[in-house]
């Protein structure tokens, strides 16, 4: 079979080394900040047994990262982006290291963790726009969905090995998860300072009234508008990862091990998809098949609230994730490619917006209502409201909805 010369082939892209320091990195950051999650959720529920609490771990990474998203995008279309990424990276790796005396000087409280979590999330402001924005800078137009999906992969191969390996040493004691997390955060702050590329500053990103470029820009461009926010409905409404350690001990009957492998679960599924995206992209009907894996998603999430069986909630949590991988990927390129390369950090930086809502306010509301209805009434609702988010979107979005190839933009 001969290769389409418009779907260069895999190796291609493994050429651009820039590209490849930078998956390593990200591998090595997201691991990290995985691991750093799974104790952090897992330290907050031993030290105070609430549901409520676990929201609001949520929520305040959520505030900040919220009042910063602007300015961070802004700063990644102005600033080095890499560099942008190695600082964040940095502070992430000196988070752990501060979790990391609090646990061995025993003055880790819940108060501690929700500053921490502040820090976490003004960190993460930052990382966002300046990651996504970097990757266009460092591959050719026509190798960018290979790219994404890779990249993809190597999110979903840390989102894996991250909270496996998280649970399974904080089984040893919280000290060694947070060892481990400092190390991985600087081995990627030292690789993405290795990532070199042709930094152009726009300085159209220069003055205040840029800031809100981003903002203008999606909401009249309805098919990013509609992308963007159809995964801030969705992951909102039928996020459970709040709830994986209620799950975990009290409903699973498992330890901290049991809820890394469920943490690591949805990314089993994400990563084989996102390999079989990267062999075989999307090119058809990239619209309606996003819409639709938003639909499997939302189912995945009722069958994993009423299980009782943990393999049976390990399998749905992987369905859910290699649904999720689908949505993300296409998102993520369609994103990229009808943005101009002035504006895809400000760009980026809106839809990070959307992305750390369905994250950390989606941690929220998931403890909110957690709280009221308990965890499966919680979960169970959470992903019928994601079915009918994905159905909704097919008739306020029409342009989404009929989107069928995955076009390059004319240069």
Same mark, same amino acid.
């Given at each position: #079979? ?27 950051? %997201? ?23 676990? *929201?609001?771990?949520?929520? $305040?990474? $959520?505030?900040?990262?919220?009042? #910063? ?33 609090? /646990?061995?000087?025993? $003055? ?10 502040? =820090? ?41 090995? !991250? ?21 991985? +955060? ?5 690789? %993405?300072?290795? =990532? ?18 981003? &903002?203008?820009? =999606? ?9 963007? @926010? ?7 409404? !039928? ?11 009290? %409903? ?5 091990? *049991? ?13 084989? #998809? ?15 098949? #996003? ?9 995945? /999430? &009722?069958?994993?609230? =009423?299980?009782? @069986? ?18 993300? &990927? ?23 917006? $959307? ?20 965890? &499966? ?5 959470? *992903?019928?409201?994601? %079915? +009918? ?23």
């Amino acid at each position: #079979m001969t290769q389409d010369a418009s779907h260069p082939p895999l190796s291609a892209l493994l050429q651009h080394k820039a590209y490849v320091r930078f998956w390593f990195a990200r591998v090595a950051g %997201i691991m990290g900040n995985q691991m750093l999650m799974v104790a952090v959720a897992w330290h907050m529920y031993d030290l105070t047994s609430s549901a409520w609490d676990l *929201g609001l771990v949520g929520l $305040f990474q $959520f505030v900040p990262a919220l009042l #910063m998203t602007l300015p961070a995008g802004q700063a990644a279309d102005r600033w080095h982006r890499g560099r942008i990424f190695a600082v964040c990276m940095s502070l992430q790796a000196l988070v752990a290291l501060v979790l990391l005396m609090a /646990t061995l000087g025993d $003055f880790a409280s819940r108060e501690l963790i929700l500053l921490i979590s502040v =820090v976490l999330g003004a960190g993460r402001a930052f990382q966002l726009p300046a990651q996504q924005a970097l990757v266009p800078l460092l591959v050719p137009p026509a190798l960018l969905s290979r790219a994404l999906a890779l990249s993809a992969t190597a999110m979903e191969i840390a989102i894996i090995g !991250g909270p496996a390996l998280g649970g399974l040493l904080y089984v040893t004691g919280a000290a060694n998860v947070y060892i481990a997390c400092t190390a991985l +955060l600087s081995l990627s702050t030292v690789l %993405i300072l290795l =990532v070199r590329y042709d930094h152009k500053p726009s300085r159209l990103a220069a003055s205040w009234e840029s800031l809100f470029a981003g &903002v203008r820009f =999606v909401m009249q461009h309805k098919l990013i508008l509609g992308a963007s @926010s159809l995964d801030l409905f969705a992951v909102l409404l !039928g996020g459970a990862t709040a709830l994986l350690p209620i799950y975990a001990r009290d %409903i699973l009957q498992t330890g901290p091990e *049991g809820l890394g492998l469920l943490r690591a679960a949805p990314a089993v599924g994400a990563v084989t #998809m996102s390999l079989v995206i990267s062999r075989w992209p999307l090119r058809r009907h990239v619209g309606p098949r #996003m819409l639709g894996a938003v639909a499997v998603f939302g189912m995945a /999430t &009722v069958v994993f609230g =009423v299980s009782e @069986s943990f393999w049976l909630s390990m399998a749905a949590l992987a369905v859910a994730g290699a649904a999720d991988c689908i949505s993300v &990927v296409t998102r993520s390129t369609l994103v990229q490619l009808e943005t101009p390369d002035h504006m895809r950090g400000r760009v980026s930086a809106v839809n990070s917006i $959307f992305i750390g809502a369905s994250n950390q306010l989606g941690e929220f509301e998931s403890g909110a209502t957690a709280t009221l209805w308990g965890p &499966v009434g919680s979960v169970v609702v959470g *992903g019928v409201g994601t %079915i +009918l988010v994905a159905g909704l979107w097919f008739k306020l979005f029409p342009a989404l909805a009929r989107r069928d190839h995955m076009e390059l933009p004319a240069r």
